[in-house]
């Protein structure tokens, strides 16, 4: 019987060792029950709650090839953790002769055996769902006390590592605070200062990469109109304020506010651009604009 692996580990606390530890488990189980393995189909950092995964999706079209008959997984959540999804991946499979095999979980090819899929499937559920839970939970206490909660790093800030004693176990916890980085913020001053003087955001362009630094027309707006270089912490719309080391006064801020949105609408400057079919047509999926500073 031919078979596929399948195989899927995702951001939370998961590594590239995820992955060595299921193959390992798959092609032990393989081996065991006579089972030829003819392709790998592997996800990194992708979330089982939902299929759109890229590998997944080409191991469900690959499977109406009728190249092999099974897809082995270490175990049912890897295949996925919404058991309406999973089951309607599963049905999709079946249909191409194709059944879904798990090396640590012990099914029976029988009702009972489809029974004790929809009970995982249902328990699988369950956990991603309270993860998901535990998840927001922290984030939003970490936001309390303005913590980082991920993401990037904004240009003129860095992280430092704190600790701080957690009450219900008795023991030290690290956290992360936005700290002024001293080497980048003047950087960052400079920025707001050259668009509230008038250079556009080619100019500003030119000067970052005098730094060193490579940055798209895009991503030099996003910095811009980062609230955090005001003091602002942002998460799930709630703005706390003299949360993070300030790098530029409101007055300027709000300046260069002004300016970006007046310089948003403004077509002016296309007069002074060559004129293409699609000049005022196309435009930025990002920031919206339409002329030819993107």
């Given at each position: 019987m031919n078979v596929v692996i399948y195989a899927r580990y995702s951001s939370h606390n998961q590594t590239e060792c995820s992955i060595e530890g299921q193959l390992k488990v798959c092609y032990e189980y393989a081996k065991q029950n006579k089972l030829n393995v003819i392709h790998e189909y592997i996800d990194r950092a992708q979330t089982g709650?939902?299929?759109n995964r890229e590998q997944?999706?080409?191991?469900?079209?690959?499977?109406e090839r009728k190249y092999f008959q099974g897809v082995l997984v270490y175990q049912l959540d890897r295949f996925g953790r919404g058991d309406v999804v999973d089951a309607i991946n599963e049905y999709k499979l079946n249909k191409n002769g194709v059944e879904v095999i798990s090396a640590k979980e012990n099914f029976t090819n029988d009702p009972s055996g489809n029974l004790m899929k929809g009970v995982i499937r249902s328990i699988n559920k369950y956990y991603s769902d309270e993860l998901s839970v535990k998840v927001r939970r922290g984030m939003d206490l970490n936001a309390d006390k303005c913590y980082y909660n991920g993401g990037s790093v904004p240009l003129g800030l860095k992280?430092?590592?704190?600790?701080?004693?957690?009450?219900?176990?008795?023991?030290?916890?690290k956290k992360k605070k936005f700290i002024l980085?001293?080497?980048?913020?003047?950087?960052?001053r400079k920025i707001f200062e050259m668009y509230s003087s008038g250079s556009t955001i080619?100019?500003?362009k030119e000067y970052l990469e005098t730094k060193g630094l490579k940055y798209s027309n895009?991503?030099?707006?996003?910095?811009?109109?980062?609230?955090?270089?005001?003091g602002i912490y942002t998460h799930s719309g709630r703005e706390?304020?003299?949360?993070?080391?300030?790098i530029i006064d409101n007055e300027l801020f709000e300046d260069v506010q002004k300016l970006l949105e007046k310089n948003k609408h403004s077509r002016s400057r296309l007069k002074t651009q060559t004129e293409y079919i699609l000049t005022t047509k196309l435009y930025c999926g990002n920031c919206k604009r339409y002329d030819g500073t993107v």
């Amino acid at each position: 019987m031919n078979v596929v692996i399948y195989a899927r580990y995702s951001s939370h606390n998961q590594t590239e060792c995820s992955i060595e530890g299921q193959l390992k488990v798959c092609y032990e189980y393989a081996k065991q029950n006579k089972l030829n393995v003819i392709h790998e189909y592997i996800d990194r950092a992708q979330t089982g709650t939902n299929d759109n995964r890229e590998q997944f999706q080409k191991m469900l079209a690959d499977s109406e090839r009728k190249y092999f008959q099974g897809v082995l997984v270490y175990q049912l959540d890897r295949f996925g953790r919404g058991d309406v999804v999973d089951a309607i991946n599963e049905y999709k499979l079946n249909k191409n002769g194709v059944e879904v095999i798990s090396a640590k979980e012990n099914f029976t090819n029988d009702p009972s055996g489809n029974l004790m899929k929809g009970v995982i499937r249902s328990i699988n559920k369950y956990y991603s769902d309270e993860l998901s839970v535990k998840v927001r939970r922290g984030m939003d206490l970490n936001a309390d006390k303005c913590y980082y909660n991920g993401g990037s790093v904004p240009l003129g800030l860095k992280l430092k590592v704190v600790e701080e004693l957690n009450g219900s176990f008795g023991k030290t916890i690290k956290k992360k605070k936005f700290i002024l980085d001293e080497e980048t913020a003047p950087i960052v001053r400079k920025i707001f200062e050259m668009y509230s003087s008038g250079s556009t955001i080619v100019k500003i362009k030119e000067y970052l990469e005098t730094k060193g630094l490579k940055y798209s027309n895009c991503k030099i707006r996003t910095i811009l109109g980062n609230k955090k270089y005001i003091g602002i912490y942002t998460h799930s719309g709630r703005e706390i304020v003299d949360a993070i080391p300030q790098i530029i006064d409101n007055e300027l801020f709000e300046d260069v506010q002004k300016l970006l949105e007046k310089n948003k609408h403004s077509r002016s400057r296309l007069k002074t651009q060559t004129e293409y079919i699609l000049t005022t047509k196309l435009y930025c999926g990002n920031c919206k604009r339409y002329d030819g500073t993107v």
